[in-house]
């Protein structure tokens, strides 16, 4: 059976009988013991005494579409909001949405993924309720290409929405990572369907680290951060509302006016913003330069060896350098020289 609804009814303060679970939701005993052995792929500890019942180890709050509508208020009414105990991706499942015609804001949160996709073909992990992981569908009239900084945009809303929870250690890392001093807090997929001319659908998806145990955090291949360790103490309902009212305003201010409108903003919350980074290229090879911004189409400007140099985000990678890096001097053995140059 499925162990949700049976962990949606258990408490860490108290025990529940299983007897009482099984009368519930009408199953037998044994099908309650079994599903809660299962619990603990999900992440989830639960305790069993034979004479009192079942509890959880630790609290465990459940995202909940009431409470989102709640703390958005006025805004609730730019979003449908559904939440999951499991879905494959919810990136994934919206953009089967889009060909049915489903309209701006339908809204797709789930607990656990079983198949969550991150930038680049990486898989993307999160614990139950210890993780916010949800996709927007969006449309612009827009075609794709004017979407360039859109990714970006939604970078900022994250961020927008961290600092005003108080959390001002978040920062952005170009292109659209979430991260803190000590290690990425979440990360942002970008998935489009339209065309040159418009109109065009997008699903954006973002995953956080409300809370990271510490399997968790070595077992991820990059280190990693939690809003918990900045100091968050909120649950994921206001954090998802939060998230979700920045992007109510900041998606149409975009579809009006561009990237340009933001590309101050965003260089404020650029943890890289003027200091020596290394862009890891495809090939192998690395240029080393000064972050200097970005552009209107959301291309990373940076100032290296051969002068300013815009990158787009495709496949490069960048990392933050120890080493100062001076314009003036030359490029350095085993570097590329490749990149746009700037009009
Ligand atoms: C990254 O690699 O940094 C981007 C991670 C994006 C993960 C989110 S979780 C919700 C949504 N559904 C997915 O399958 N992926 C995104």
Not at 118 to 138: P, V
Not at 181 to 197: F, N, Q, R, T, V
């Amino acid at each position: 059976m499925n162990p949700y609804p049976l962990l949606r009814r258990l408490s860490h303060e108290h025990y529940t009988p299983g007897p009482q679970l099984a009368e519930a939701l009408g199953v037998s005993r044994a099908s309650v013991s079994l599903a809660l052995k299962s619990a603990s792929e999900l992440g989830v500890q639960v305790l069993v005494q034979k004479s009192r019942g079942y509890r959880l180890a630790q609290p465990l709050s459940w995202l909940d579409e009431t409470r989102v509508a709640q703390a958005l208020g006025e805004r609730a009414r730019y979003f449908d909001l559904h939440c999951f105990d499991e879905i494959d991706s919810t990136n994934s499942a919206l953009l089967a949405k889009i060909a049915d015609g489903a309209p701006s804001g339908l809204c797709y949160a789930a607990e656990r993924q079983t198949r969550g996709r991150g930038r680049r073909g990486r898989s993307w992990q999160g614990e139950l309720g210890d993780s916010l992981m949800f996709s927007l569908l969006w449309r612009f009239n827009l075609g794709v290409a004017d979407l360039s900084g859109l990714s970006l945009v939604v970078g900022l809303a994250v961020a927008r929405a961290l600092h005003g929870l108080g959390l001002k250690d978040a920062a952005l890392k170009w292109p659209n990572d979430i991260i803190a001093p000590s290690g990425k807090l979440g990360g942002i997929l970008i998935e489009l369907a339209g065309d040159a001319l418009g109109p065009s659908a997008v699903v954006i998806g973002i995953g956080l680290n409300v809370r990271l145990s510490d399997a968790q955090r070595t077992a991820l291949d990059q280190p990693a951060e939690s809003l918990a360790a900045l100091g968050y103490v909120g649950e994921r309902n206001a954090l998802l509302a939060t998230i979700l009212a920045e992007l109510a305003e900041l998606l149409p201010r975009f579809e009006q006016q561009g990237f340009t409108a933001f590309i101050a903003d965003w260089q404020a919350c650029h943890a890289l913003q003027n200091r020596p980074a290394r862009l890891l290229l495809p090939n192998g090879t690395s240029v080393d330069g000064l972050v200097r911004g970005v552009a209107a189409n959301g291309a990373l400007q940076l100032e290296g060896p051969d002068g300013m140099q815009e990158w787009h985000s495709g496949e490069v990678s960048l990392r933050a350098c120890s080493q100062s890096f001076h314009p003036s001097a030359g490029p350095e053995k085993g570097q590329a020289q490749g990149g746009r140059r700037r009009q």
